[in-house]
Structure formats: C-alpha cells, structure tokens
C-alpha cells in the first residue's frame, strides 16, 4: 500500500514556474514508477510525465517538452515535477500516481497506475 500526498500547487503568473512534490509512504518507494496526471474542468484527466523507478527513464506528453521537467530522490521517497515557462493551458489539478515495476519502465496510461494522490490545485493567469 502506498499513500501519495501532493504538495505545491498555487496561483501563478504565465511565464512563471512552480514545483510540485508528492511524498509516498512506505518503505518501498524505489520500486514504483511514478508518474503525474492533471485534470482541467471539461476535460478528459491527461498525462502529463512519468519517471522510472530508478529514474533514469523520463517520458513527457508533448505540450509540456522543455517546460517541464519529472524528478525523483529515492532517498526521500518524493517525485517533483519542475514546471516552467507556466500557460493559462496548463491550468489544472494535478496528481502524482504509482505503480510498482520493473526497471527503466515508464507508464503514459492511468490505467496503468494503482495509487494516486488527492490532487494540488495549479492555476496560471495569464
């Protein structure tokens, strides 16, 4: 069982940046594939990025190439997602997700996922 809780969401202006954390529970955070989702109102719940267990495999949709950027400390049994270059069309909820996987394995679907966080709110004003 892992409990995911997102943090760092907030009103931003376009062009500016925001990072968001999410903390897993559990000692077995190494082992899961994270990845992270966000929903806008009207809108289908999109991927955003994901990230290996081990991190060295990164995937981003493409609307958020270059802008932003999925990272991982073992360590500290948290994934970020470094957003920069912030839109209006970025505004969403955004959520972290995990899945317990195999090495250098990166997950697009959420379907894929077994976990997720309650969501942090991201809004940018343009």
């Known amino acids: 069982q892992v409990q995911l809780v997102e943090s760092g969401g907030g009103l931003v202006q376009a062009g500016g940046s925001l990072r968001l954390s999410c903390a897993a529970s559990?000692?077995?955070?190494?082992?899961?594939?994270m990845g992270w989702f966000r929903h806008a109102p009207g809108k289908e719940r999109d991927f955003v990025a994901a990230?290996?267990?081990?991190?060295?495999?990164?995937t981003y949709t493409d609307p958020v190439k270059g802008r932003f950027t999925i990272s991982r400390d073992n360590a500290k049994s948290t994934v970020y997602l470094q957003m920069n270059s912030l839109k209006s069309g970025d505004t969403a909820v955004y959520y972290c997700?995990?899945?317990?996987?195999?090495?250098?394995?990166?997950?697009?679907?959420?379907?894929?996922?077994?976990?997720w966080g309650q969501g942090t709110q991201v809004t940018v004003s343009s």
């Open positions: 990230i290996s267990r081990g991190g060295g495999t990164t």
């Open positions: 997700a995990a899945v317990r996987s195999g090495y250098s394995v990166t997950y697009t679907s959420d379907r894929a996922y077994d976990y």
């Open positions: 559990g000692r077995t955070f190494s082992s899961y594939a």
